[in-house]
């Protein structure tokens, strides 16, 4: 009995078991190999995904900083000379796939924008020849003089930086306090200048940059301003006003920055080359290529939450939005499929 028992155990599996324990094996191995390649697919997908995410929130995170500073710089009411305001509003172009508006940005070579306003004794002692003395983020309250009743080292009173121990008296082109400093204004760029009732005029910073005297240094225009434009004591300023514009085109979102003449209105309508030459402007820059068809769109909302449809907007309806929707479509392919992801930003307009 015991010898037969032993026998049947040498005997080892049938061939009924191998089948059986094979054909198991093959099922499970198909499994396991399925969802291998499933996992691999989801995570191609995914990692598709969070790319598509990082683009969306790189471009949406500029396009809304930047569209929430348009109009900055921009008088907002007539010359006095008759010409009328320099743009009809914050938005200078609106259409379904893009957008064109007016801001002091910085420039792509500059830290800071071109926002200052007048110190308040331009007049006493008197500035050089074409020169203006400001007041800024960096500077503080402080005015480049040394002789008035309110001077102060510069240096010592900004807003933003650690003093480096240099006044822009003494050391006007290495002190980063200086109100040319950290490459607000470079010489030849086109600024507004705004007198305290919003009459507006353009001039360009001279090639000096700064004016000099024995006692006071100031920004060098390349020409006078008008006797009483510092009529209203500290009230003005002066902005290097650019247009920055962003569209569609093809599958890719660009951007594109100019400066120049604030006043030359004439190329704002043309988006295929709206800066007056390449010295006044960058070229169109891509910030993504991923975008769906029709996958940038903008739409535009009046103060009282109205959507105007009519694109592209009149110079009338530009005047009335007051909020901007941007939505944003991207798609890639992973894995054999096509990844979508949708998202959209609203941004309240200054004015």
């Known amino acids: 009995m015991v010898a037969r028992a032993s026998a049947r155990a040498r005997r080892g599996f049938t061939l009924i078991e191998v089948i059986v324990a094979s054909g198991m094996g093959v099922i499970i191995l198909a499994a396991l190999m399925g969802y291998l390649v499933h996992r691999a697919r989801m995570d191609q997908q995914e990692a598709q995904l969070g790319r598509l995410k990082q683009d969306a929130s790189l471009v949406l995170g500029l396009l809304s900083r930047e569209l929430r500073q348009a ?3 921009r008088p907002t009411r007539a010359r006095r000379d008759g010409d009328g305001e320099l743009y009809p509003g914050p938005l200078i172009a609106a259409t379904e796939s893009s957008i064109a508006f007016v801001a002091d940005l910085p420039r792509p070579d500059a830290s800071l924008n071109g926002v200052s306003g007048f110190a308040a004794n331009q007049g006493a002692p008197p500035l050089p020849d074409r020169a203006v003395a400001l007041v800024n983020e960096l500077t503080g309250g402080c005015d480049v003089d040394s002789s008035s009743p309110t001077a102060c080292r510069t240096d010592e009173a900004s807003l933003l930086l650690t003093p480096s121990g240099e006044d822009c008296l003494t050391s006007p082109r290495s002190a980063p306090t200086c109100p040319w400093g950290l490459k607000k204004y470079q010489p030849g760029e086109w600024l507004v200048v705004v007198d305290g009732v919003g009459r507006w005029l ?40 650019d247009r920055v514009f962003y569209r569609l085109q093809g599958e890719t979102v660009e951007r594109k920055q100019c400066w120049g003449s604030a006043g030359t209105t004439a190329t704002v309508s043309g988006f295929s080359s709206p800066c007056g030459s390449t ?66 930003t609203s941004v309240a307009l200054r004015h």
Do not use: H, I, K
């Open 71 to 73: 109009g900055l710089g």
């Open 202 to 241: 353009e001039r360009q910073v001279s090639p000096n940059l700064f004016a000099s005297s024995s006692s006071r240094n100031a920004l060098e225009l390349d020409a006078r301003l008008p006797l009483d434009f510092f009529e209203v004591p500290n009230r003005g300023w002066v902005a290097s006003l």
């Open 279 to 344: 010295t006044e402007g960058t070229t169109w820059e891509p910030l993504l290529r991923s975008a769906s068809r029709r996958g940038l769109a903008f739409r535009y909302f009046d103060a009282q939450g109205s959507e105007l449809t009519a694109l592209p907007l009149s110079t009338e309806d530009l005047r009335r939005v007051r909020r901007v929707e941007v939505l944003l479509r991207l798609s890639a392919p992973a894995s054999g499929e096509t990844v979508t992801y949708d998202t959209f």
